[in-house]
């Protein structure tokens, strides 16, 4: 009986083991097709952010050289992170954990805000207002707007 047990044992890791190393070999052939013979912005472009990232490089563009002060709205916390991450050294602010966003008081002239896939935000350009959940509106400026996504300066 020990012997029979060790033998299902090993049979049963044998397999797992097997079914473990070809999802690694699929793997390693998909990851290869996604980023091989490519530079590092053509990763980033080419990973599951990669619109995010385009996005956040042509924010980028529009902001004066760092340190600004930005702030980063997206309603998933993913998003708000990675926003954030990529548009360093700037002094950004996120809120990590959750989904809210900062009071109109805090922001000041000069601020920018960078919206990515959030829903409450709402800009209307011919007032030169941007409200969010509430909030007393502030005047800003549109410098990108894009489906999905869009960057204000506060003023």
């Not at 013979?37 to 924010?59: C, M, N, Q, T």
């Not at 011919?126 to 409200?131: G, S, T």
Request: charged share 20%; proline share 8%.
């Amino acid at each position: 009986l020990p012997v029979a047990i060790a033998l299902v044992f090993v049979a049963a890791w044998t397999v797992l083991d097997a079914r473990w190393a070809w999802n690694l070999l699929r793997q390693v052939g998909e990851t290869g097709a996604q980023y091989a013979g490519k530079d590092a912005r053509e990763r980033r472009l080419a990973a599951e952010d990669g619109p995010l990232y385009a996005f956040i490089e042509r924010v980028g563009a529009r902001l004066p050289a760092p340190p600004a002060r930005v702030f980063m709205f997206a309603d998933a916390h993913y998003f708000r992170g990675r926003g954030a991450y990529h548009l360093y050294p700037h002094n950004v602010f996120f809120e990590p954990y959750r989904n809210t966003l900062p009071a109109t008081t805090l922001l000041r002239p000069g601020d920018y805000v960078v919206v990515w896939q959030r829903r409450g935000v709402q800009y209307d350009a011919a007032a030169r207002k941007l409200r969010w959940d509430g909030h007393p509106p502030l005047t800003a400026d549109a410098l990108l707007v894009e489906p999905g996504g869009a960057l204000f300066v506060i003023r």
